[in-house]
């Protein structure tokens, strides 16, 4: 079929037919049944056998929801580094300091170190957003994040070691920035897109002029706000569409028309759109199904849903992804069954089970009294708002939000990190008003509030 009609026909031809995983049965939350087969996966089921298991990295920072990836370094180097390498010499960066604000151990900053190591731009700095005192992750993680490091010098790589700078003291990033400007003329900062605004901020807030100043951000949507957030303070902003499973499947594009506009890296990764039903919000989306095409793929993947949904089109732009033969651009970029903030997403069903079931058995009210909604504060940052009917009555909000924070972290020391980071974050809030009905006025747990 790849033959005669092309890989996308194919895969459209076999999503018909019912060959794809959404991402409820991808993660074991829900029995697949295809006809009168049912299959029950764990996401190890997915796990490619033909490649070593060389270093786990749970995923902060992407847009995969609690996935815990093992990377081949074949893979890191193939597909991490060389699109890397390929991206900052797109955007000039070759010869600029580079630093990362991204989690050590169990995140994913690991493995992102050793890419741009292999694609010769070693980071100077790595601030870590959370602390191992925070997050006590396992002694694995803690000796995989040292080893590397050691490791790296050892061979005569100069890598740096994580420091702590907490989300709140994005100004001591915004300073390093503007330092590293008036020294060498330019600085780039790979981070959350919520941490980029943090800086802008920041450096708002202390007078610091950010000309000369790029930011590669991903880990959660990039909206209007957030896009001119930084660019209104005279930064530059290429987005990143990164996924655990798959790698890095989007570059962001140097001439866009969206705010969050990437090329699809089409070597690595084929993608297919198909309508499906969200099961929380009563509304429809064109989801994403993505299919991996490199034999060195953490994971084998054949039309997984992503839990995204957005814009695929072929656009002219005239940019040097155009000129690698990248013509496919992927925007308006959203999750549809999963909730991100801060580089942090979980998958929807977790938190429709807090809302429906811990939230009323703790703390009074029935299951529709309680909802969750993802959305943007007057400051730009994400926020997962937590409504609560006034029927519920008086609410200890600090305790409700400990309650979600407890279960949600619960398993992994992945899962035990994400949570600290949206803790620390102050993500989650509460308010007192009845939840939201939808258009077909069903009342629903998670609420997705169409973005702009
Ligand atoms: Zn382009």
């Known amino acids: 079929m790849v033959h005669s009609g092309g890989i996308e026909p194919t895969l459209r031809t076999l999503r018909k037919a019912g060959v794809y995983a959404s991402i409820e049965e991808f993660k074991g939350k829900k029995e697949l049944v295809r006809g009168d087969k049912v299959f029950k996966f764990k996401e190890s089921d997915f796990d490619n056998p033909l490649v070593s298991r060389h270093l786990d990295a749970s995923s902060g920072g992407t847009r ?43 995140g994913c900053g690991p493995a992102w170190l050793l890419s741009l190591t292999k694609a010769n731009s070693v980071p100077v700095r790595w601030f870590s957003p959370v602390e191992k005192s925070g997050i006590r992750p396992s002694l694995r993680s803690r000796m995989g994040t040292n080893y590397i490091v050691h490791a790296g010098r050892v061979s005569g790589a100069k890598l740096p070691t994580p420091e702590y700078v907490a989300p709140s003291d994005a100004s001591v990033v915004a300073r390093w920035m503007a330092d590293t400007v008036s020294q060498s003329g330019g ?153 991100s903030g801060e580089g942090v997403t979980f998958v929807g069903t977790d938190m429709v089970h807090i809302i429906e079931h811990l939230l009323p058995a703790r703390f009074g009210g029935s299951s529709t009294d309680y909802q969750m909604i993802e959305e943007e504060d007057e400051r730009a940052q994400t926020r997962m708002t937590l409504l609560a009917g006034p029927e519920v009555g008086h609410l200890d909000e600090g305790e409700v939000i400990r309650t979600i924070l407890d279960e949600l972290g619960k398993g992994t020391d992945g899962r035990r990190m994400m949570t600290r980071i949206w803790s620390d974050a102050k993500t989650f809030r509460v308010v007192r008003e009845h939840p939201v009905m939808t258009a077909t006025g069903k009342l629903l747990p998670l609420h997705i509030r169409k973005s702009k």
């Open 187 to 339: 600085c780039c900062l790979g981070t959350y897109t919520s941490l980029a605004v943090r800086v802008c901020q920041a450096a708002r807030t202390d007078g610091i002029d950010m000309g000369g100043m790029v930011f590669i951000v991903g880990g959660e949507p990039i909206t209007v706000t957030k896009r001119s957030e930084i660019e209104s303070a005279g930064a530059v902003l290429y987005p990143d569409y990164t996924f655990m499973e798959a790698g890095l499947v989007g570059y962001g594009c140097i001439n866009p028309d969206a705010v969050d506009e990437v090329h699809l890296a089409m070597d690595t990764v084929a993608l297919v759109q198909y309508p499906r039903q969200v099961p929380h919000a009563g509304t429809s989306v064109d989801a994403f199904l993505f299919t991996t095409l490199l034999p060195s793929a953490p994971k084998m993947l054949l039309n997984l849903e992503s839990g995204d949904y957005g814009v695929v089109e072929e656009r002219q732009c005239g940019c040097k992804f155009e000129e690698l033969g990248l013509t496919q651009h992927v925007h308006t970029i959203r999750g549809f069954d999963k909730l």
């Open 64 to 106: 995969s929801a609690g996935t815990r990836t093992a990377y081949d370094f074949e893979f890191l180097t193939e597909c991490w580094a060389c699109s890397d390498a390929v991206r900052f010499d797109a955007y000039g960066l070759t010869r600029v300091p580079l630093a990362m604000w991204v989690p050590i151990m169990p």
